[in-house]
Structures are given as structure tokens and as C-alpha cells.
């Protein structure tokens, strides 16, 4: 993994202890000799992490840090704070300011790599999920914008586990008065509990020996209910080796024992905050994939992905081994229910028609609105004798019984034509639709309310057509 690391500390060996081992590493490091110089570099350079010296003339290493994490531009750049103060209230005030993480001076070469490359994933996955954002934006289908300090911090579902009572007891006094905390004691219990997916956070110790805690982080990881779940470790001062692992399998965070209570605290708002940015990111994404895709008022999809659905649907037909159909229809003087009715029953009636079309075919059948009031429905393996009977129960299904909808007689009847072709090996999805529109363009001349088949030959082979009793 590569990545742009900005080191910033007004000593210059220090800058450069640090510069030689990440260049051994292959990180690309740039410096910066002070608070000012260092806000340069990041909007000139858009590093991925920020190695920052706290004791620095001038503007000290917090107030930079508050700097960059109040700018939307640049907030989600991970801090390290490097510093020689080892003093909890220090960890705390950096905490404060918005730092992901602290190495102590003189910096230990595992802590640095582990720290860095497990928070450069961590930025990677958010600038994945930020450029989605952004093309959710662009589309304006969502209104993004916001940063993880935006986020609230209260109320949420804490997991502990850890194998005594010790520490179990300090983190729920600390941390119950505005989060909810659960307890477990060993592996199984808490991968049972974990996978409802309700919870904000999970902390674990990694220091217990009844059951192997890193497996556990790794379990956590490769289950889909959990891999997105913050963790955060409780690890001996000592034992660095272990917390490299952990952190290199996905260990989100981590905490020092003996447990500081404010640490403790700033650390969980950290990572609830983080996690809940994640997941309105997510859930916009997904809500604007959704409207992208879906016609506003049937809920059907609409015509830009059916478009680009039939391309690859008509590319499985190529081979000569499977089949397609295509069904056109669009509702008979639809019009004049508008011009009659006003517009609003029109629409009541496009509604309706979406419902019976989705109860009329099956769940791998693919229904679109198509443009007004025309509809296409796509049969993937199904040829053109069974698609016929599919147009010809649909006709029926929307001709037979008046549609309900708010007019003073409370419902109307609607019919509508149908076009149904099949696609031959080779040919392309335009060609294809042009021959539905083809049949459809037929229906309408003989009369309506009917359903006529052109097949791959082009040769008009049926027409039928049904009385419907008024
Ligand atoms: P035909 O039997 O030949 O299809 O006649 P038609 O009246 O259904 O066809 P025409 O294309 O003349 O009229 C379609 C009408 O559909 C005109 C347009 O105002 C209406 N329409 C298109 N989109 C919507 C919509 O979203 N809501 C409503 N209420 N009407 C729509
Ligand atoms: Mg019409
Ligand atoms: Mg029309």
C-alpha cells in the first residue's frame, strides 16, 4: 500500500528520522517545518495522513489539527500526533482536537507502520464512499455534505468483551450514563450478539486468554453483518507486537491500559461519530443508486436502466443457447382519461398499472415505464409462444376489471395494446425494441386492446384480441 505521508515537526532530525523510515517503506513522504507551512501542504498536496509534531513555535500542533478537522475539504485526513507528552490529559486535548492517533517520541518503527497503513485504509475506504457522495450529488438525487464531527455521539450500543470484571466495570461506569452497555465474556457469545447488527461500537480486550481476541477481530471482520462495526482494543502497554497485528486485521482503534476515563470517553465519541458518518454515506449511496434506477411515481424502473439493462441481457442471447422476449404496451386513449379526468386521475391510473404488471410476471422479469403511459416488460429465457400467453394474461389482467381511482364513479375501465417479440442470436438491443415498437404501432392500427406478435423474422404471425364486457 502507497500513500502520501505529510510529516510536520520544526526539528529537522526528527523530520528526517521519520522521512527515512517511510521512505524505506515506499510511503511518498513530503515536510513541513511548521503549523502554517503544514496547512499549506495540505490543500497544495492532499496528503493521505499527517505524522504532526505537538510542541512546535508558533502554532503548535492541536491548533492545526483543529484547523484541518474543521475544514470539509480536508477533515477526513488522518492525524497522528507525534509527540514526547505521554501525559493522558494531553491524549485527551489531542483526542479533542479532532487526532486519530498518537506515537511517542522516540517512535517505535511497528507502531509507526501499523498505525499509519491501518489508518491509510481506513481513509481509503472513506474516500470511496465521499466520492460516491459526490456522484450522488452531481445526479442531484441526494443531499449530501456534512463531516463525522457533524455526527451525533449519543446513545449508542456499546459491546464489551473481555474475559474479567476489571475493566468491564470502569468502561461501563464511564461510558453508561449516555450509551447503552453490553456485556460479554467470551468468543461465541459475542459474534451471536454482534451478528443482530444493531450495534455502534465493540470493545475488546486483547489481553484475554480464555479466548483468542484477535480470531475473534478477524471473525468480526469476515462476517457481513460486522465488517463495517468499529473495534476498539484494550491492549497492554508492552505489547506492541500484538496491537500491530490487531491492528493490521482490521482493529479499528485502540486504548492503553490502565483504561483513562476521558480517554476512554473522546475515543468512543471518535468512533461512534466515524461510524455513523459511514453509514448515512452508505445509505445515501444506496437511496441514490435506488432513485437513479426506479420511475418516481410507479416505483417500476425507468428507461435509463432498462436501457443499459437490455444491453447485457441481449448479449446472453448471443451464443444461441438462451432465449429473450419483449414485451411493449401502452395504454389505449389514455388521454382522454386525462382530458376527462384531470391529470392526477391519469396518474392514479399509471399507478395501478405498474401494480398489475408486477403481479402479472415473474420475479426475474424486468418491468420499466418506458416513457408516458408506455410500458416494456423484459423475459429473459423465455421464448416467443410463452410470451405471448405472458402479453395475452397481462391484456386480460388490465382490461377485464375497471382500475380504482378518485372520480365520482370511483373507477374506469382501461385497456391497453400490447407488442411481444423475441430476440434473435446476434442482434442488437435496438433492433430488438424497434420490432416490439413495431407490433406495438400494429395493436394500436387494428383496433386496441390487443396483443399482436412479430417474430424474428419480421413476419406479423398473430393477432388476438378478447371482447372485454363493459
Ligand atoms: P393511444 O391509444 O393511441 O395510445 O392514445 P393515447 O391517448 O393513449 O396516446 P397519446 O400518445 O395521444 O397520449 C398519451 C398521453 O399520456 C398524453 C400525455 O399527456 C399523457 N401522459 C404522459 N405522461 C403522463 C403522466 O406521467 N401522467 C399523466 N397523467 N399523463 C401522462
Ligand atoms: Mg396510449
Ligand atoms: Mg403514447
Do not use: W
Amino acid at each position: 500500500m502507497s500513500a502520501r505521508v505529510l510529516v510536520v515537526d520544526d526539528v529537522l532530525p526528527n523530520v528526517k528520522v521519520l522521512e527515512a523510515k517511510l521512505t524505506s517503506e515506499y510511503f511518498d513522504v513530503i515536510t513541513a517545518s511548521g503549523g502554517e507551512e503544514a496547512l499549506a501542504r495540505v490543500y497544495r498536496d492532499s496528503p493521505d495522513i499527517i505524522l504532526l509534531d505537538v510542541m512546535m513555535p508558533g502554532m503548535n500542533g492541536f491548533e492545526v489539527c483543529r484547523k484541518i478537522k474543521a475544514d470539509p475539504l480536508v477533515a477526513h485526513i488522518p492525524i497522528v500526533m507525534v509527540t514526547a507528552l505521554s501525559e493522558p490529559r494531553d491524549r485527551v486535548e489531542g483526542l479533542e482536537a479532532g487526532a486519530d492517533d498518537f506515537l511517542t517520541k522516540p517512535v517505535n518503527d511497528t507502531a509507526l507502520f501499523a498505525r499509519v497503513r491501518s489508518l491509510v485504509r481506513l481513509k481509503m475506504m472513506m474516500d470511496e464512499l465521499r466520492l460516491r457522495e459526490q456522484t450522488g450529488n452531481d445526479f442531484g438525487v441526494i443531499d449530501g455534505g456534512g463531516t463525522e464531527s457533524s455526527e451525533s455521539d449519543k446513545g449508542a450500543r456499546i459491546l464489551v468483551v473481555d474475559e474479567g470484571q476489571r475493566d468491564i466495570n470502569k468502561v461501563t461506569e464511564t461510558l453508561s450514563d449516555t450509551h447503552e452497555v453490553l456485556v460479554e465474556h467470551d468468543a461465541e457469545g459475542t459474534l451471536q450478539r454482534a451478528g443482530v447488527g444493531d450495534l455502534d461500537l465493540i470493545i475488546v480486550s486483547l489481553a484475554a486468554t480464555a479466548f483468542d481476541p484477535l480470531r475473534l477481530c478477524v471473525q468480526l471482520r469476515n462476517n457481513e453483518v460486522t465488517r463495517q462495526l468499529p473495534i476498539l482494543s484494550l491492549v497492554e502497554e508492552t505489547d506492541t507486537e500484538r496491537l500491530a497485528k490487531g491492528l493490521e486485521i482490521g482493529v479499528t482503534d485502540y486504548l492503553v491500559r490502565p483504561v483513562d476515563r476521558n480517554e476512554l470517553k473522546a475515543r468512543v465519541r471518535t468512533q461512534v461519530r466515524r461510524k455513523r458518518f459511514q453509514d448515512r454515506l452508505r445509505s445515501n449511496y444506496h437511496e441514490s443508486m435506488a432513485m437513479a434506477v426506479t420511475d418516481g411515481l410507479t416505483g417500476l424502473y425507468n428507461r435509463r436502466y432498462f436501457e443499459s439493462h437490455l444491453m447485457n441481457a441481449v448479449s446472453t442471447v448471443q451464443d444461441g443457447n438462451k432465449s429473450l422476449s419483449l414485451l411493449m404496451m401502452d395504454i389505449d386513449h389514455f388521454k382522454q382519461i386525462n382530458d376527462t379526468y384531470g391529470h392526477n386521475v391519469g396518474d392514479e391510473v399509471l399507478r395501478e398499472l405498474g401494480v398489475r404488471i408486477l403481479d402479472s410476471v415473474r420475479g426475474v422479469d424486468l418491468a420499466a415505464r418506458y416513457g408516458g403511459e408506455e410500458f416494456v416488460v423484459l423475459l429473459p429465457d423465455t421464448g416467443l409462444g410463452v410470451a405471448v400467453n405472458v402479453a395475452e394474461r397481462l391484456r386480460r389482467r388490465i382490461g377485464s376489471e375497471p382500475f380504482g381511482v378518485s372520480t365520482d364513479g370511483g373507477s374506469l375501465p382501461v385497456t391497453c395494446s400490447v407488442g411481444v417479440t423475441s430476440c434473435e442470436p446476434g442482434e442488437d438491443a435496438l433492433a430488438l425494441v424497434k420490432r416490439a415498437d413495431q407490433a406495438l404501432y400494429s395493436a394500436k392500427n387494428s383496433g386496441r386492446n390487443r396483443v399482436v406478435v412479430i417474430d424474428t423474422n419480421g413476419s406479423e404471425i398473430s393477432h388476438s384480441y378478447t371482447a372485454v364486457s363493459a
